[in-house]
């Protein structure tokens, strides 16, 4: 589980520091809000995914693990667009 997280966290991170950049946005909220706001999403996200849903399909294994990492990044960078769809 914690390596997980510590997936998801560094992916998060690379996300709302690499979107701006990528789409030659403005950071409404800045550098800080764009790094921490997906990496909370993203982590809380793998979290209730891992623990609570992914049992309940009765699914296991490695592609499961790297599955839910990459669907918290991907909600992450979802996560920023609409936060700059609410802003302007």
Known sequence: MFALLLI?????ILVGWLVPLA?????PY?????????SIVGVVYAYIIYE????M???SGLFIFFGVAVEAIFMAAI????LRKIKS
Request: neutral net charge; aromatic residues 14%.
């Open 8 to 12: 998801t966290l560094v992916g998060s």
């Open 23 to 27: 789409f030659k946005s403005e950071r």
């Open 30 to 38: 800045g550098l800080a809000g764009d790094i921490i706001i997906p």
């Open 52 to 55: 609570f849903v992914v049992p």
């Open 57 to 59: 399909i009765g699914w």
């Open 79 to 82: 996560t920023l667009w609409i």
